[in-house]
């Protein structure tokens, strides 16, 4: 008796299309949770694909119920304006503080348009929401790129360098980073019956990371030298 009940049940809602248009909104959600989301993955943030695509579909899963479960409007509006102070938890567990450098808080900007798309979605302003992605998108695609060519931003640069020992290999790079008026950060060293291997980190202007390569490939101590990513300042 029971089945056949929510069998029925399941029937009404189909029929009266309210399933479809939830569908609908959520998958608008995230799909454009998911836009910013890449462009976030491609950039190496630690709020990448998924975590803006959650975001974006849990803030327009929370509206839907919030309009479907509420007795009263102003009901709706109470349940659905709890969405904020929660994602303003989540990004503030994206900001980072570090030995004086405050980083994450272009993350957690995002994360808190995110949600309000995922809410615009969850609405039904299907044009509102895929205007505020494209502008969210563009923004961080253009923004970035006139940064690093203006040479706005700060990145930290990773290396690995090989030579006879630690003195002479930390001695040079110091040399060379002294022109930049720059210092080596999490320096790590192995050494090899061959050699000595040396990982750091450098922060600088893209200007400053693209002059330090052939420099440090042009010193005669190192035998090798090997960059190993960037990441950039938020």
């Known amino acids: 008796m029971n089945w056949h009940h929510s069998v ?17 909104r959520l998958l608008m959600a995230a799909i454009l949770g998911g836009l ?22 849990g803030a327009a899963m929370f509206t839907l119920l919030s309009q479907q479960l509420a007795g009263v409007p102003s009901d709706a509006a109470r349940i659905a304006a709890q969405i904020i102070p929660g994602i303003g938890f989540i990004g503030a567990g994206s900001i980072i503080h570090n030995r004086g450098l405050t980083t994450g808080l272009t993350s957690a900007a995002t994360i808190f348009v995110v949600a309000s798309i995922g809410m615009a979605a969850g609405g039904g302003l299907y044009v509102t929401a895929m205007f505020a992605t494209g502008l969210v998108v563009a923004t961080l695609f253009l923004l970035g790129h006139i940064e690093e060519t203006f040479n706005l931003k700060l990145l930290t640069s990773s290396y690995e360098v090989t030579g006879p020992n630690v003195e002479e290999v930390s001695n040079e790079i110091n040399r060379i980073l002294e022109s930049h008026h720059r210092l080596m950060q999490n320096v790590n060293s192995a050494t090899t019956p061959q050699h000595v291997r040396l990982q750091f980190d450098v922060e600088g202007c893209n200007r400053d990371q693209k002059e330090l390569l052939p420099q440090l490939k042009a010193s005669s101590i190192f035998a090798t030298v090997t960059p190993l990513g960037r990441v950039e300042r938020e």
């Open 36 to 57: 910013i989301g890449l462009e976030r993955e491609w950039k190496h943030r630690a709020a990448g694909l998924r975590t803006n695509l959650f975001i974006c579909f």
């Open 8 to 24: 029925d049940m399941i029937r009404r809602e189909l029929a009266s299309g309210l399933v479809s248009s939830s569908i609908v």
